[in-house]
């Protein structure tokens, strides 16, 4: 760190924060006030303060939120995030407005990292632009709408941006705000095009369906559908596996193992998902699914989760049905404990809390079902059961226990 060489210093500076060198910390500060032309140095120091958890400088990261260079702002950003500096929100807040695209990513993803809800409003304002960063803002959302911004959402529906009905879907769903269905679906009839309604299906029915919302899917199941024959193929099945049999379901059931054979690689883990869902699959068939999906070697994490999820229905029902309870955070969801002690309100435990990461914090007093809860905590994992206990996997490590419990029941 005494060097006069500006990498040299920096690369000491992340050896020793990585070695957990904390005794060096005070000399690392320094470098700030002796060496103010050293950015890069200085970015070393950044991250010491956010790996030694040094709460009482984390402004040294805040300070980098107006770097003249792009990826010091994104990087503070996020570190602010994930080390919950949570007075430093309204910081982040106030740059989303005049931001460029990419980092008003990173800003959205921090403020759902610290469950910012007293920030939504400047969250929703994002979904209402065409900007790309309407995704990262449907992310955050999902976490931190309630039932006060019911109205506000479907006020949203009349956006000219044609991604605006499905994110507005996707909350009110989320929120099971079933008297908003048939607001949606007016929304839906009078989208221009199939694409732009298609919410309806994908979102809508296979939550709040019934029987005589079936015949509103069959056309979709034609491999030349604009739609995608797959995602058509899931969201039926999602909606046939919440209903009671009729003899009718058979022959949709043979459509849907047409597709298999006929469509893109893109578009078969959908369909396997959706047989599995709806058992036209055996444990060797199940297992071969998995299998196609392993051998990409970094398998898509949606199509994994999409595939696990139909494998965890049909296996573990009941850890299935109970993650579909619906809970409301009485304290925020900060930790693997809090997490934990949620699902016990279901009557499902998780395996290790100490181990989970949360990536973001969900505020009190929300209502979701066990299954959102977890997936909007905990970042790039898919949720496996064995009993009541809940294991949160990495996909390909999901994808792994899948065929390993899946091969030996053949």
């Known amino acids: ?7 040299m210093c920096g690369w000491a500076m992340s050896n020793l924060t ?16 002796t060496r103010p032309d050293w950015k890069g140095a200085h970015r070393s120091v950044r991250n010491a303060v956010y790996h030694f958890r040094a709460s009482e400088h984390y402004g040294v990261i805040a300070e980098a939120l107006d770097d003249e260079e792009q990826v010091p702002r994104w990087s503070s950003a996020k570190e602010l995030g994930k080390a919950d500096a949570r007075k430093f929100a309204p910081e982040l807040a106030r740059r989303i407005k005049t931001a460029d695209d990419d980092y008003k990513a990173y800003l959205i993803e921090a403020l759902a990292m610290l469950g910012a809800e007293e920030h939504v409003d400047v969250i929703l304002d994002i979904v209402r632009n065409p900007a790309p960063v309407h995704g990262d803002a449907h992310l ?32 009110l769903v989320d929120l099971d705000a079933r008297e908003t269905m048939e607001r949606l679906h007016r929304s839906a009839i009078g989208a ?57 379901d058979l022959e949709i059931t043979a459509r ?14 959908q369909v396997s998902a959706a047989l599995i869902l709806l058992g036209k699959k055996a444990p060797a068939e199940q297992a071969q699914a998995v299998s196609r999906l392993r051998e990409k070697g970094y398998p898509d994490r949606w199509d994994a989760k999409e595939l ?30 809090a997490l934990s002690d949620l699902l016990a309100g279901v009557n499902l435990t998780l395996r290790d809390p100490r181990s989970v990461e949360i990536y973001r914090r969900l505020p009190p007093g929300r209502t979701r079902s066990a299954h959102a809860v977890v997936e909007w905590c905990v970042e790039y994992r898919v949720i496996i059961a064995e ?24």
């Not at 999902?142 to 996707?170: C, F, Q, S, Y």
């Not at 979709?220 to 559908?225: E, F, G, I, K, V």
């Open 1 to 7: 760190m005494e060097s006069q060489d500006e990498s």
């Open 387 to 410: 009993g009541r206990e809940i294991i949160l996997l990495k996909p390909d490590e999901a994808l792994a226990y899948w065929h390993r419990r899946l091969s030996a029941l053949r």
């Open 308 to 337: 696990c999820g139909a494998l965890l229905r049909r296996h573990e029902k009941e850890a299935a049905d109970r993650l579909e309870h619906r809970v409301t955070s009485g304290v925020r969801v900060d930790s693997g404990a």
């Open 192 to 248: 221009h095009d199939e694409e732009e309604g298609r919410f309806w299906l994908s979102v809508v029915l296979p939550a709040w369906g019934t029987r005589e919302h079936v015949k509103e899917y069959l056309p979709h199941l034609d491999p030349a559908s604009r739609w995608g024959a797959g995602f058509a193929a899931l969201s039926l099945a999602r909606l046939l596996s919440r209903l009671r049999p009729e003899p009718g």
């Open 256 to 269: 849907i193992e047409a597709l298999e054979s006929r469509l893109p690689r893109l578009f078969r883990p």
């Open 140 to 171: 955050a959302l999902l976490g931190l709408v309630t039932e006060a911004h019911k109205d506000r959402l479907l006020a949203m529906l009349n956006a000219p941006a044609r991604h605006v009905p499905w994110i507005v879907a996707d909350l």
């Open 18 to 33: 990585q070695a957990g060198a904390k005794e060096y910390f005070p000399r690392m500060l320094k470098v700030l006030e």
